[in-house]
Nanobody
Framework: DVQLQASGGGRVQPGGSLRLSCAAS????????MSWFRQAPGKEREGVAC????????DYADSVKGRFTITRDNAKNTVYLQMNSLKPEDTAVYYC????????????WGQGTQVTVSS
């Protein structure tokens, strides 16, 4: 079974930091691009960050550039999202997702982890 298990969410004050993790199993991790998406109440899901298979190149949404960093550890089948300088507008459920290098769409999604930024 393909599984993506996200963790690390929580409540933090504005300006604080959180590190999300997504542990993958059931597929060849290094053959998949890994991404983080988020969805806030009443809003559409948006892509936050992606790390590709090719030399681990990365892409970020403009709203998080310079504050968030996505990394992957292929030995541990895990992708991380380090979130710094958090803002209230970062509040959302964060999902990890996996896309095979040859696939046009995301193949698997994690269950989501809640991030709340509030004073």
């Amino acid at each position: 079974d393909v599984q993506l298990q996200a963790s690390g969410g929580g409540r933090v004050q504005p300006g604080g930091s959180l590190r999300l993790s997504c542990a993958a199993s059931g597929f060849t991790f290094e053959d998949y691009a890994m991404s983080w998406f988020r969805q806030a109440p009443g809003k559409e899901r948006e892509g936050v960050a992606c790390i590709h298979t090719n030399a681990g190149s990365t892409d970020y949404a403009d709203s998080v550039k310079g504050r968030f960093t996505i990394t992957r550890d292929n030995a541990k089948n895990t992708v991380y999202l380090q979130m710094n300088s958090l803002k209230p507008e970062d509040t959302a459920v964060y999902y990890c997702a996996a896309k095979h290098i040859a696939s046009p769409t995301y193949d698997s999604w994690g269950q989501g982890t809640q991030v709340t930024v509030s004073s």
